[in-house]
């Protein structure tokens, strides 16, 4: 904590207890003021009082048995208040807790992930190695390479069954599952959707998983999962949170290996269509490049002009 978030903390901490002493002034001095005017009320009615004796000051003391009364169910009142203000700070508290809890396992697992990412070790046939990111984009153009020998099966009759089929077996050939890198990807997934109820909640960190993939990351993810098994619990994660529609939907997979998971695992990858941010409208445009092209005519026709009259050096 730096000294300014100390001096912040006590100045806020002081500000509650004089609040507390206000308010506790208040009280007693409206309580005081509630016997008082009672008291000089009665003593106003009963004026000149006569007697003094024992047995007067009983009844002017009974007197004030409403008055106590008033103030008892003002302080049961208070009693059920306090609980239920208690209770609620406690359930408060509670969920900070819980949140604050699940923050710290759900970063410590995104660091833990981004580790085993670069742990990630491949090493090819003439000894060169590649790591991290590399490794898995290394995966990705071995199998993509592999994969040329079967694109010719998609332009006749009855060939997709067969590309299907070359499909899955070159992925599992060409491209090894990385245990403890999807492991951890599979924790943190897990992590969001045990501790946090409802789809509200959980949606800023699949965020937050979506920004930390790159894109050779979630081709791999991908082959991965298309060539998962029928209950596999990652790929179930990974549809459910949405990010394999995501990571997927914006990158470059093609149109026949997202239609391949479509008819193998039922989900549609629909490939987003990309927005492009532009200065002008497209009314705009097209007047602007026809006086564009006006002035090209003119330029060139002046540039032409000039070269015809200019004199013939011998």
Same mark, same amino acid.
């Given at each position: 904590m730096t000294v300014l978030e100390a001096i912040v903390n006590s100045f806020s901490l002081l500000g509650v207890i004089m609040n507390l002493t206000k308010i506790t002034t208040t009280v007693i001095l409206g309580v005081?003021?509630?016997?008082?005017?009672?008291?000089?009320?009665?003593? =106003?009615? $009963?004026w000149p009082v006569s007697e003094y004796s024992i047995a007067t000051a009983g009844t002017f003391g009974d007197s004030f048995?409403?008055?106590?009364?008033?103030?008892?169910g003002l302080a049961f009142a208070g009693i059920i208040l306090t609980i239920l203000l208690q209770r609620r700070e406690l359930t408060e508290s509670r969920e900070i807790f819980r949140i604050q809890r699940f923050e710290g396992?759900? =970063?410590?697992?995104?660091?833990?992930?981004? +580790?085993n990412l670069e742990d990630v070790r491949v090493v090819d046939h003439q000894d060169k190695v590649y790591e991290g990111i590399g490794a898995l984009s290394f995966y990705s153009k071995k199998f993509s390479e592999s994969m040329k020998r079967h694109v010719s099966y998609l332009?006749?009759?009855?060939? +997709?069954?067969? =590309?299907?089929?070359h499909l899955f077996v070159e992925i599992q050939r060409n491209i090894i599952r990385q245990s403890r890198y999807l492991g951890t990807l599979q924790n943190i997934l897990e992590l969001i959707e045990r501790d946090l109820p409802s789809d509200e909640e959980r949606?800023?960190?699949?965020? $937050?998983v979506?920004?930390? /993939?790159?894109?050779?990351?979630?081709?791999? /993810?991908?082959?991965?999962?298309?060539?998962?098994?029928?209950?596999d619990r990652f790929r179930a994660l990974m549809e459910r949170s949405g990010l394999i529609v995501g990571l997927i939907?914006?990158?470059? /997979?093609?149109?026949?290996? +997202?239609?391949?998971?479509?008819r193998v695992h039922g989900i549609e990858l629909v490939k987003l269509p990309v927005k492009l941010i532009l200065p002008y409208t497209r009314k705009k445009l097209r007047e602007q490049t026809r006086l564009a092209k006006v002035s090209l005519r003119?330029?060139?026709?002046?540039?032409?002009?000039?070269?015809? /009259?200019?004199?013939?050096?011998s």
């Open positions: 005081l003021l509630v016997f008082g005017g009672y008291g000089a009320f009665v003593l =106003y009615k $009963i048995g409403v008055v106590t009364s008033l103030f008892s396992s759900f =970063y410590r697992l995104l660091e833990l992930y981004r +580790r332009e006749v009759d009855h060939g +997709r069954a067969v =590309y299907e089929y949606a800023p960190y699949w965020d $937050i979506a920004s930390q /993939i790159t894109f050779s990351e979630a081709k791999y /993810i991908f082959y991965c999962c298309l060539v998962s098994g029928k209950n939907s914006s990158s470059n /997979i093609s149109s026949t290996l +997202r239609a391949s998971y479509k003119e330029a060139a026709a002046a540039k032409a002009s000039k070269r015809s /009259i200019s004199p013939v050096v």
